[in-house]
């Protein structure tokens, strides 16, 4: 939803505000707030406003707005629109349990309406730190004109808590004091949230509050269609997609899509590979999707191999660092040869995987010790008679190759790719008689110690001619 606000703010020159609602003392985790932070500047939301850049709305947590709250609360006291109740959490666990066997609808039953406190604690069920409950009436208006629904409805609300015991307002007054006092003139949520605009539109009606324009945007669904949740779908945390490698330009092009229909060309084509800024100048809001899209990571993996295939190899490069490092492939501050050879490698292999964390077992041969590199078992097994052989072939081809690499105008070079592959060709395809999809099987296997790596013949001049000689010996004297 971040992305869509960000958008409409963009386009119609606002403001994008965020805001930490942090009432609910209760649910508050360590560390999420700051993780709220590095997640939104990880995926390019930035923020106009905020708890850590600031603004003329000021501040911006919750927490620490206590006192703006209050005289919202003491008037619709002093109105008759809300009350004080003093009924004890079990006395209305019994009224929920009650209802529920009864079959009839869950709500607040009104027993402190009306009544002072000294009359209240002189019935059961009674706490000595009360609540603020609104008091809804009969005639609420449960109708509003949303920007991606249309004339919508919700049920009818009972006489829900604003201020808990411990002095908190809860979401439903806060929400409503604050997008007020922000200036805030479009609320975008998720339509879970819609059962709770009655209550909203009852508030700023109530305090005489411009009402703002309601959009509520589909849910994502998982493939089995049900709501997505944290504890069964990992991918619903946002740091989820950092952390397996996605592309935060990729990511944000697919959850518009989620949403949203794809570009059409003038063709009547339509593309699904679009940048934000073209998707904020193209946004409204009658065009997004009203019901839930299914979510697909397999789209998700195909989008972000097309945005890895169109990044600058520098640039790819970069982004690889953090996951080499963390798999111990580099060091946190690599030398200059080592950077210099991660651009060579990431060259050939930039168009082999479609997640930054698949680059690691492609990588890791280029920055392990000859006598240290591992022949995968599966690779191992692959190798059929006569490897040995063509081993012994590859090396006598390669021994004659200076191991110079040349100038970069060209001349001077020896030990490059065309040469490398020519002179293997020469003696196993042409000498040894080898079909060429099985002929480099076992060189391949020497150099990377897997059965699928990147180009080989660019991979041994990346490599040198010391190194691949030393391999392919290893391998050889193995079997």
Same mark, same amino acid.
């Given at each position: 939803?971040?992305?869509? *606000?960000?958008?409409?703010?963009?386009?119609?020159?606002?403001?994008?505000?965020?805001?930490? #609602?942090?009432?609910?003392?209760?649910?508050?985790?360590?560390?999420?707030?700051?993780?709220?932070?590095?997640?939104?500047?990880?995926?390019?939301? $930035?923020?106009?406003?905020?708890?850590?850049?600031?603004?003329?709305?000021?501040?911006?947590?919750?927490?620490?707005?206590?006192?703006?709250?209050?005289?919202?609360?003491?008037?619709?006291?002093?109105?008759?629109?809300?009350?004080?109740?003093?009924?004890?959490?079990?006395?209305?666990? #019994?009224?929920?349990?009650?209802?529920?066997?009864?079959?009839?609808?869950?709500?607040?039953?009104?027993?402190?309406?009306?009544?002072?406190?000294?009359?209240?604690?002189?019935?059961?069920?009674?706490?000595?730190?009360?609540?603020?409950?609104?008091? /809804?009436? *009969?005639?609420?208006?449960?109708?509003?004109?949303?920007?991606?629904?249309?004339?919508?409805?919700?049920?009818?609300?009972?006489?829900?808590?604003?201020?808990?015991?411990?002095?908190?307002?809860?979401?439903?007054?806060?929400?409503?004091?604050?997008?007020?006092?922000?200036?805030?003139?479009?609320?975008?949520?998720?339509?879970?949230?819609?059962?709770?605009? +009655?209550?909203?539109?009852?508030?700023?009606?109530?305090?005489?509050?411009?009402?703002?324009?309601?959009?509520?945007?589909?849910?994502?669904?998982?493939?089995?269609?049900?709501?997505?949740?944290?504890?069964?779908?990992?991918?619903?945390?946002?740091?989820?997609?950092?952390?397996?490698?996605?592309?935060?330009?990729?990511?944000?092009?697919?959850?518009?899509?989620?949403?949203?229909?794809?570009?059409?060309?003038?063709?009547?084509?339509?593309?699904?590979?679009?940048?934000? &800024?073209?998707?904020?100048?193209?946004? &409204?809001?009658?065009?997004?999707?009203?019901?839930?899209?299914?979510?697909?990571?397999?789209?998700?993996?195909?989008?972000?191999?097309?945005?890895?295939?169109?990044?600058?190899?520098?640039?790819?490069?970069?982004?690889?660092?953090?996951?080499?490092?963390?798999?111990?492939?580099? +060091?946190?501050? +690599?030398? %200059?040869?080592?950077?210099?050879?991660?651009?060579? /490698?990431?060259?050939?292999?930039?168009?082999?995987?479609?997640?930054?964390?698949?680059?690691?077992?492609?990588?890791?041969?280029?920055?392990?010790? *000859?006598?240290?590199?591992?022949?995968?078992?599966?690779?191992?097994?692959?190798?059929? *008679?006569?490897?040995? #052989?063509?081993?012994?072939?590859?090396?006598?081809?390669?021994?004659?190759?200076?191991?110079?690499?040349?100038?970069?105008?060209?001349?001077?070079?020896?030990?490059?790719?065309?040469?490398?592959?020519?002179?293997?060709?020469?003696?196993?395809?042409?000498?040894?008689?080898?079909?060429?999809?099985?002929?480099? $099987?076992?060189?391949?296997?020497?150099?990377?110690?897997?059965?699928?790596?990147?180009?080989?013949?660019?991979?041994? #001049?990346?490599?040198?001619?010391?190194? /691949?000689?030393?391999? %392919?010996?290893?391998?050889?004297?193995?079997?």
């Amino acid at each position: 939803m971040s992305m869509f *606000d960000l958008a409409f703010a963009r386009q119609q020159g606002g403001q994008f505000i965020l805001r930490i #609602e942090d009432t609910d003392r209760a649910r508050l985790v360590e560390g999420s707030e700051q993780q709220v932070y590095d997640t939104l500047s990880w995926i390019g939301l $930035g923020h106009d406003e905020g708890p850590d850049v600031g603004g003329p709305y000021a501040p911006y947590k919750q927490s620490e707005r206590l006192d703006t709250y209050k005289p919202y609360v003491d008037r619709l006291l002093d109105e008759g629109k809300a009350y004080y109740c003093w009924c004890s959490s079990e006395r209305l666990k #019994e009224m929920r349990d009650k209802q529920q066997a009864l079959k009839q609808p869950t709500g607040y039953d009104r027993l402190c309406y009306g009544k002072t406190q000294e009359e209240r604690a002189a019935l059961p069920g009674y706490s000595d730190k009360p609540v603020v409950r609104m008091h /809804v009436p *009969d005639d609420v208006d449960l109708f509003w004109d949303d920007l991606i629904m249309g004339r919508t409805s919700a049920p009818r609300p009972d006489d829900q808590v604003i201020l808990k015991a411990d002095g908190f307002p809860t979401y439903h007054l806060a929400v409503v004091v604050d997008d007020h006092e922000m200036a805030i003139t479009h609320v975008v949520r998720g339509q879970e949230w819609m059962s709770s605009t +009655p209550k909203h539109r009852l508030l700023y009606s109530w305090l005489d509050l411009p009402m703002p324009k309601f959009a509520h945007m589909p849910l994502l669904r998982d493939e089995k269609k049900a709501k997505i949740s944290k504890r069964k779908n990992p991918w619903a945390r946002l740091t989820w997609f950092k952390e397996q490698g996605y592309l935060p330009e990729a990511l944000l092009n697919f959850l518009a899509l989620q949403g949203y229909p794809p570009v059409i060309e003038a063709d009547g084509t339509e593309r699904e590979v679009f940048s934000f &800024e073209e998707f904020t100048q193209r946004f &409204e809001w009658s065009k997004v999707n009203k019901a839930g899209a299914i979510f697909n990571l397999d789209k998700l993996s195909w989008l972000n191999g097309h945005y890895i295939r169109e990044l600058e190899v520098g640039d790819l490069a970069s982004r690889l660092l953090p996951f080499l490092y963390a798999d111990g492939v580099l +060091p946190e501050q +690599p030398s %200059l040869p080592q950077l210099g050879r991660l651009q060579l /490698v990431t060259e050939q292999i930039q168009t082999r995987i479609n997640l930054l964390t698949e680059a690691t077992p492609l990588v890791k041969p280029f920055y392990v010790d *000859d006598a240290d590199l591992e022949i995968a078992d599966d690779a191992r097994a692959g190798l059929k *008679d006569g490897a040995k #052989e063509v081993l012994d072939a590859a090396i006598k081809a390669l021994e004659p190759i200076s191991g110079t690499i040349g100038k970069p105008d060209g001349t001077g070079v020896e030990w490059t790719h065309d040469r490398i592959e020519a002179a293997l060709r020469e003696a196993i395809v042409d000498g040894m008689g080898i079909k060429p999809r099985l002929a480099f $099987g076992p060189l391949r296997t020497a150099v990377s110690g897997q059965k699928i790596s990147p180009p080989l013949f660019e991979s041994m #001049e990346i490599l040198g001619k010391a190194s /691949v000689i030393k391999r %392919l010996e290893r391998l050889r004297d193995s079997l």
